[in-house]
């Protein structure tokens, strides 16, 4: 490796954008684009109902696809972009794929303002299996993740799957990266998981609301800020942006402003302590008044049962074999009131999407250098 070479991976490192996820992305890419290419009229189409206003007749089809971990591994490593000593440094080896495809029609994502694709993906892997292990021929080898797409696109995009292929590749970086942090850490400590933010993802996917949406977003706001989550979504918007021709800083705040990563800035930004205040305050309906008692209390009891339900999540995490060590709630001085407690959090995400947008401006010389 020459200096400039030598130069560039350590910018990359420091960006959060290993070159050792880039092979396997692009040709996780391809695959997925190739088993739709290859197997859709292949595959059982099912019609779904689509419940946006004034498309409630249209037709919209699902297809669901299965790339078996033998099938994953036989596309790897017979692709031309392989490369074993490349592939060495993150020896992901035998991996499931899942996806779902919907088509919908081309006039609801302009008439909604969305553009397509629309693309939600899953890291899966068990714990209490995971190990590094000496396989013939290849050697040590990583053989953890699972990976689960849902694909929602333009009928007209199955005509040219390329207008997909960004989004997707973009999607794919985010999960690759998991799975590679996760493989990392292993090699280098023998512990799994993401300790601290672990709990915290799992603790706000279940401590949902039934009564108040501001709750459920304050939940959204804390998955948002889990450093895991923002690292992951690094190398996600550098290759989203990567192709758009970005020649300037203002080419670069124009196309990053239209990304899920500047939403989610938004969001965070956005969020008020007085806004959660009122929504268990604030009567304006019948409604409101039959329900902000059951809210009333349900703020009260999470806020006061925070840690111990933290602590439940931490338990039951470390039993499954993630390390989870050293766990500390928010201290009861901040707890005891709503309005501290939200004021905390405010201030929390706030820093946090400052340092999201850090990461995202520096993503820009990278774009330049390339």
Same mark, same amino acid.
């Given at each position: 490796?020459?200096?400039?070479?030598?130069?560039?991976?350590?910018?990359?490192?420091?960006?959060?954008?290993?070159?050792?996820?880039?092979?396997?992305?692009?040709?996780?890419?391809?695959?997925?684009?190739? #088993?739709?290419?290859?197997?859709?009229?292949?595959?059982?189409?099912?019609?779904?109902?689509?419940?946006?206003?004034?498309? !409630?007749?249209?037709?919209?089809?699902?297809?669901?696809?299965?790339?078996?971990?033998?099938?994953?591994?036989?596309?790897?490593?017979?692709?031309?972009?392989?490369?074993?000593? !490349?592939? #060495?440094?993150?020896?992901?080896?035998?991996?499931?794929?899942?996806?779902?495809?919907?088509?919908?029609?081309?006039?609801?994502?302009?008439?909604?303002?969305?553009?397509?694709?629309?693309?939600?993906?899953?890291h899966i892997f068990a714990p209490s299996k995971f190990e590094l292990k000496q396989v013939k021929k290849w050697g040590e080898v990583y053989a953890i993740s699972s990976y689960d797409f849902s694909i929602n696109m333009k009928e007209s995009d199955l005509d040219n799957l390329d207008n997909i292929k960004t989004k997707l590749r973009s999607v794919i970086a985010h999960?690759?990266?998991?799975?590679?942090?996760?493989?990392?850490?292993? #090699?280098?400590?023998?512990?799994?998981?993401?300790?601290?933010?672990?709990?915290?993802?799992?603790?706000?996917?279940?401590?949902?609301?039934?009564?108040?949406?501001?709750?459920?977003?304050?939940?959204?706001?804390?998955?948002?800020?889990?450093?895991?989550?923002?690292?992951?979504?690094?190398?996600?918007?550098?290759?989203?942006?990567?192709?758009?021709?970005?020649?300037?800083?203002?080419?670069?705040?124009?196309?990053?402003?239209?990304?899920?990563?500047?939403?989610?800035?938004?969001?965070?930004?956005?969020?008020?302590?007085?806004?959660?205040?009122?929504?268990?305050?604030?009567?304006?309906?019948?409604?409101?008044?039959?329900?902000?008692?059951?809210?009333?209390?349900?703020?009260?009891?999470?806020?006061?049962n925070w840690n111990e339900y933290l602590e439940i999540v931490a338990k039951k995490l470390k039993s499954n074999g993630v390390d989870v060590d050293n766990f500390n709630g928010v201290s009861l001085k901040v707890r005891q009131d709503p309005r501290t407690f939200f004021e905390y959090w405010e201030k929390f995400f706030d820093r946090r999407a400052d340092e999201m947008?850090?990461?995202?401006?520096?993503?820009?010389?990278?774009?330049?250098?390339?």
């Amino acid at each position: 490796m020459n200096l400039r070479e030598r130069i560039k991976l350590i910018l990359n490192e420091a960006l959060g954008i290993p070159d050792d996820i880039n092979m396997i992305v692009n040709i996780y890419t391809d695959l997925i684009i190739d #088993k739709i290419t290859n197997d859709i009229d292949n595959v059982e189409k099912i019609e779904v109902q689509i419940n946006v206003e004034k498309f !409630e007749d249209e037709e919209a089809f699902k297809y669901d696809f299965k790339i078996s971990p033998k099938e994953s591994w036989e596309y790897l490593k017979n692709s031309p972009q392989f490369n074993i000593e !490349e592939w #060495k440094k993150f020896p992901t080896f035998i991996n499931r794929i899942t996806f779902s495809l919907i088509t919908f029609p081309d006039e609801m994502f302009e008439d909604q303002g969305v553009d397509s694709p629309q693309i939600e993906a899953s890291h899966i892997f068990a714990p209490s299996k995971f190990e590094l292990k000496q396989v013939k021929k290849w050697g040590e080898v990583y053989a953890i993740s699972s990976y689960d797409f849902s694909i929602n696109m333009k009928e007209s995009d199955l005509d040219n799957l390329d207008n997909i292929k960004t989004k997707l590749r973009s999607v794919i970086a985010h999960e690759i990266l998991h799975s590679y942090q996760l493989y990392k850490k292993y #090699k280098k400590t023998s512990k799994v998981g993401f300790g601290k933010e672990a709990v915290m993802n799992s603790f706000q996917q279940l401590l949902q609301s039934r009564w108040n949406p501001e709750w459920n977003n304050f939940m959204r706001g804390i998955y948002y800020a889990l450093r895991f989550e923002q690292q992951a979504r690094t190398p996600q918007l550098y290759y989203e942006l990567k192709d758009k021709g970005i020649n300037s800083y203002d080419d670069f705040m124009r196309e990053f402003s239209k990304t899920e990563y500047a939403n989610e800035i938004r969001f965070l930004k956005n969020f008020s302590s007085q806004r959660m205040i009122d929504s268990v305050s604030k009567i304006e309906s019948l409604e409101d008044l039959i329900v902000s008692g059951m809210r009333g209390q349900e703020f009260r009891e999470n806020i006061e049962n925070w840690n111990e339900y933290l602590e439940i999540v931490a338990k039951k995490l470390k039993s499954n074999g993630v390390d989870v060590d050293n766990f500390n709630g928010v201290s009861l001085k901040v707890r005891q009131d709503p309005r501290t407690f939200f004021e905390y959090w405010e201030k929390f995400f706030d820093r946090r999407a400052d340092e999201m947008f850090r990461r995202a401006t520096r993503i820009y010389d990278k774009l330049k250098k390339d």
